[in-house]
């Protein structure tokens, strides 16, 4: 068996044999419909989309409430449009690993298309224009990291790319951010047609930053007479597009050798990993835990299709915001930290070991139900009490999620401020909680000097998880440090 169009046709009961779940809709017709009048596109062809994004349209297309896929257009790395999206006839093989042992595995056919968002080439940016000129688009989603928005360098100097794209103006911009937004202006001219343009990745504020971006170019090229005056107006007019607020929740891991090998026993033939000339990795099939949250910001101008009825959250941007400060500072970013930095001290390989250790579980439990709980803001929408427990419980004891202390440890230096400062302040800002009291946050920032040190309690060397290092994110970690010195000096 081979993941493309004519094994899981031609050999649909050798794969329904093996406990694949096959797509239950005609691919050819979404292929047309879509190609036709498209409704969605994504960009960024990463694994939390390919886990994510791609499975919520797959579940509407099943049950027949959509008659329309998914467009994903990816503007970093092309090899993986070109060496597994396309190989693979758009197919995805998704094995979703549950904390009871099952491995559920679904061949995700919801992709109709795949396009390069790569300006140089003519035909693939043409066949994006067109798509943003149609009147059916309803909404586009990004999964470009929280660094594909940022418009300057770690000093906060403007990046050359964007200079040169800000005096070049849309006709063939080079940022990720400028073929993004060259591609709005074309559905500014195309009528000033409305559309929801949706970050989901994984940062604050999501909306607003991929605003501000889009905004930066918009300003710069009506300034400099390279667009129209209206494109500035268009963007501005909630009425025509609108960058709503996310918080996206899923664990993805890179794909592993182990999902892979039982896939391969499955009798599925081919799928082995690619590390392309970006040095991403990426194969075609994801592994991903069964847990998924996705809450949006209810703006969309040009409507949309029932999302909700495969698991999406609709809101309004304050709760978005709780929701999302919620996980981030307390229910799960900081358990997720302190586990990262003490699992590489104490020689763990896979997170969902460490929640063998008894000390290491009574840790992460008084940080989040102890010390973090009393200052959480409910949203409402999400129980923040179920939401740990769901964390501690089922989540990170996953024995078969393949994740691991050293990924989740990188750019530490960034995150700690933002996982643990607002508990902190919320406890020095309170008049019934004393800072004092709080045990275990600052033992985290204790075991995170110690991690520094490179040096695990076995006195064996490691290596240090700071990929994105940089003058920024030491000027972060030392500002959050601020607070525990003072603690420290007072008592």
């Known amino acids: 068996m081979r993941l493309n169009n004519n094994s899981i046709k031609s050999e649909a009961a050798l794969w329904e044999a093996a406990g694949y779940d096959l797509p239950h809709f005609d691919r050819e017709a979404v292929n047309k419909a879509t190609a036709e009048n498209p409704f969605w596109v994504h960009f960024g062809a990463g694994n939390i989309f390919r886990a994510f994004h791609t499975n919520i349209v797959q579940k509407l297309l099943n049950s027949g409430e ?23 006839d758009e197919l995805t093989i998704l094995a979703t690993l549950k904390v009871s042992g099952k ?57 050359p790319v964007v200079t040169a794209d800000f005096a070049s103006g849309p006709e063939k911009p080079q940022s990720y951010i400028g073929k993004v937004a060259a591609l709005l202006y074309e559905r500014y001219k195309a009528g000033e047609l409305p559309i929801a343009m949706i970050s989901t990745d994984n940062c604050s504020h999501n909306g607003e930053k991929l605003y ?3 905004k930066a170019y918009a300003d710069a090229w009506c300034n400099n007479g390279l667009a129209e005056k209206g494109f500035l107006e268009y963007i501005n007019d909630e009425k025509k597009v609108t960058f709503p607020w996310s918080m996206i929740d899923k664990i993805t891991p890179r794909p592993d050798n182990s999902v892979l090998e039982m896939l391969k026993k499955d009798g599925v033939e081919d799928l082995d990993p690619i590390i392309t000339g970006k040095k991403t990795y990426v194969a075609p099939f994801v592994n991903a835990e069964e847990c998924e949250y ?30 999302e400060k919620m996980k981030v500072c307390t229910c799960l970013n900081p358990l997720h930290t302190a586990l990262a930095v003490y699992g590489c001290l104490l020689g763990y390989t896979l997170i969902a070991d460490e929640m063998k250790d008894e000390n290491l579980v009574k ?27 769901t964390v501690l419980k089922v989540r990170v004891p996953n024995p078969f999620m393949p994740d691991t202390p050293q990924r989740i440890a990188t750019d530490t230096s960034q995150k700690l401020a933002i996982r643990f400062g607002e508990t902190i302040k919320a406890y020095q800002a309170s008049e019934k909680l004393n800072v004092t009291d709080l045990k275990l946050i600052p033992l985290v920032f204790a075991g995170w000097l110690r991690y520094l040190m490179a040096v695990d309690d076995n006195g064996e060397k490691f290596t240090l998880s700071l990929i994105r290092y940089s003058t920024r994110s030491a000027h972060l970690y030392r500002s959050s440090l601020l607070v525990i010195q003072e603690r420290l000096r007072s008592t």
């Not at 467009?71 to 092309?78: C, N, S, T």
């Not at 940016?125 to 989603?141: G, H, P, V």
């Not at 139900?369 to 803001?377: A, D, F, I, S």
């Open 66 to 88: 959509i008659n329309r896929g998914i467009i994903v257009a990816e503007g970093f790395d092309y090899e993986i449009v070109e060496r597994v999206n396309r190989k693979c």
């Open 294 to 323: 996705l809450v949006v910001e209810d703006k969309f101008p040009n409507g949309r299709p029932a999302l909700e009825k495969a698991g999406v959250m609709f809101t309004d941007r304050e709760t978005v915001n709780k929701v």
């Open 103 to 159: 491995v559920e595995k679904s061949v995700i056919g919801s992709i109709t298309e795949s396009c390069i968002l790569d300006s140089n080439n003519v035909s693939e940016f043409a066949r994006l224009k067109e798509i943003f000129r149609k009147e059916s688009l309803q909404m586009t989603t990004f999964t470009i990291t929280e660094k594909g928005y940022s418009l300057t360098n770690a000093q906060g100097e403007m990046l």
């Open 212 to 214: 501000q971006s889009i």
């Open 363 to 389: 840790m992460v439990e008084v940080i989040g139900y102890k010390e973090g709980l009393p200052v959480v803001v409910n949203p409402g929408i999400l129980d923040p009490k179920k939401f740990i427990d």
